[in-house]
């Protein structure tokens, strides 16, 4: 975009892209048989000044210029004009001394010719003090569509030169963004896949194929290749630039836009936009004017489907309406009227040329805004749907009144773990006594307050869970520096409700526990720990011999 600001400041209003140089008034008249350039220069009576082109037809033309500028007579002048469908395209340049000098190009040759812009430059033969004084063009095959001449401009060597910059400068900065926006969200695809994001990748690169083509930068890659099949090329890729722009949207708008006949609709506008191109190719073998009233109407009918889409996303709350209406406006309006231009309601001119180029970019800059916001709410919505399945499987896991594990949750994490653990079963005692003193909630505060007193005692590593009812477990790594009588001493410290004494038991075993068996003859022998326990009196640990030196 820099380099693009700078190429519009730093050139003066004559050298601005392909508006380089001096405009030159021409005159046209239908070329009969037996015509040659000498009898055409001598006789102006045979060309209309006054009639607008397109209402000569197709067919064969001379265009004759107005005398030269005199302040244009430098030794490298260029005559530039724009380029059309023709057959061919031959220059005439008569000299103040009489001479006629000849330049001619068929659709096959005059790539060679081709400036950035699609613009065909004539170089001037120098012939000293002989100096040009008046040009005749010979258009052979003219279709006629947007003119049978149009554009036609005298400019000198630096002109042109600094035309051609000014083309690049604005082409490379839209090859620099469509770079960088295809390197950024193909680098998303591979990060995240989502399906529109391809969609996306695929618009940009039909658009970089599409200004290779029409800026006139393949006929510099493939000097080549023919003028004619050149703008084939172009049409291809502008359908398919504009059908990958629906599918994108396709891909992008949520599922619940494209509901009942618009999923349809859909479908078939990006197939008659992709068919655009080929029409056209195919077509314009045989009718050229036909194929491209043919194509205007195909693309102007397969991109009416963005009306109802963006209706219905109004309808229905699309989040992202207002970027894709932001970033359809210009390419709606550049399709527009390049239609009107088809059909002669507006004059051509070098800017609506180019304008389908730059409404694009337009397009597609906004289009990544947009995929930056999709993905930014997708993120949203992800971390949204990890939270609520974290806290659904924290409650499906938790037991409810004290938040530990409970004994489902507990014993999936447990069973099958590698190495020896030890077990600690703590039961409150008398706790049938403390509901009867304290009432229900009372009797759960004093659960609560046992299971932050085992939270704390429990070692890094530990798990902590409420078997049922007053029972609660403790398992650590066996060696794991867990002493019972240290935990008896902590819950005789706990502030109770009302300052209640309230004491436990604890029986300890350790073991292995790869199976559920093994699990089972752990808890066997720790309960019977803790059974002890109670029946020494209580308010006391018990530990039970270990399981491998039992065994």
Not at 215 to 230: E, F, M, V
Not at 241 to 269: D, K, N, P, S, Y
Request: a positive charge; proline letters at 3%.
């Amino acid at each position: 975009m820099l380099a693009f600001a700078c190429a519009v400041l730093v050139q003066d209003t004559r050298a601005q892209a392909g508006l380089a140089g001096t405009p030159i008034d021409a005159c046209i008249a239908r070329a009969l048989r037996g015509q040659t350039a000498d009898a055409m220069f001598t006789t102006p009576r045979a060309f209309d000044c006054t009639t607008s082109q397109i209402t000569f037809g197709p067919g064969d033309y001379w265009v004759r210029s107005s005398l030269l500028p005199a302040d244009m007579q430098t030794p490298h002048l260029r005559a530039r004009v724009g380029s059309l469908w023709q057959d061919a395209l031959t220059l005439n340049i008569l000299y103040s001394d009489g001479k006629i000098v000849t330049i001619r190009r068929s659709s096959h040759t005059i790539s060679r010719n081709l400036e950035l812009g699609a613009i065909v430059e004539f170089a001037l033969p120098y012939r000293g003090k002989a100096k040009p004084v008046r040009l005749l063009w010979r258009v052979d095959g003219s279709v006629n569509i947007r003119g049978i001449l149009i554009g036609q401009r005298l400019a000198d060597a630096s002109d042109s030169t600094r035309a051609n910059l000014a083309m690049a400068a604005i082409y490379a900065a839209f090859g620099g963004l469509a770079f960088a926006l295809l390197v950024y969200n193909l680098s998303l695809w591979w990060a995240l896949r989502y399906r529109f994001q391809l969609a996306y990748c695929g618009m940009v690169a039909m658009l970089v194929g599409y200004a290779v083509t029409s800026s006139g930068l393949l006929a510099w890659l493939a000097p080549a290749i023919d003028n004619n099949d050149r703008m084939r090329l172009n049409y291809i890729l502008l359908g398919s630039a504009a059908a990958a722009a629906v599918a994108f949207a396709r891909c992008f708008f949520e599922e619940r836009i494209f509901t009942g006949w618009l999923r349809h609709a859909t479908r078939t506008a990006i197939l008659i936009l992709a068919i655009s191109g080929p029409v056209f190719a195919i077509g314009s073998r045989i009718d050229m004017r036909i194929a491209d009233r043919a194509t205007s109407v195909l693309i102007l009918t397969g991109l009416s489907v963005t009306a109802p889409i963006l209706l219905r996303a109004w309808r229905r709350s699309s989040r992202y309406l207002w970027l894709f209406a932001l970033a359809w406006s210009l390419p709606i309006a550049s399709a527009a009227a390049r239609l009107m231009n088809a059909l002669h309601l507006i004059p051509t001119s070098f800017w609506l040329d180019n304008s389908t180029i730059l409404a694009l970019t337009f397009e597609a800059l906004i289009s990544s805004l947009a995929i930056a916001y999709r993905v930014q709410t997708l993120s949203q919505e992800r971390d949204e749907a990890i939270a609520a399945e974290m806290r659904a499987r924290t409650l499906a896991d938790a037991d409810p009144l004290t938040g530990l594990l409970n004994r489902r949750a507990f014993l999936d994490r447990f069973i099958g773990a590698d190495g020896h653990w030890t077990l600690h079963l703590v039961d409150i005692d008398y706790f049938k006594s403390v509901n009867e003193t304290l009432g229900h909630d009372g009797g759960d505060e004093v659960l609560r307050v046992f299971a932050r007193t085992l939270l704390r005692a429990a070692p890094a590593g530990a798990m902590v869970s409420r078997l049922g009812g007053e029972e609660f477990a403790i398992v650590s790594r066996a060696g794991t520096k867990l002493d019972a009588e240290t935990l008896l001493d902590q819950f005789r410290e706990a502030r109770m409700p009302f300052d209640l004494r309230v004491t436990a038991s604890v029986g300890s075993c350790t073991g292995i526990v790869a199976t559920e068996a093994d699990w089972k003859l752990l808890y066997r022998n720790a309960d019977r720990a803790l059974f002890d326990a109670k029946r020494a009196g209580r308010d006391r640990a018990r530990t039970a011999p270990p399981l491998a030196a039992a065994a």
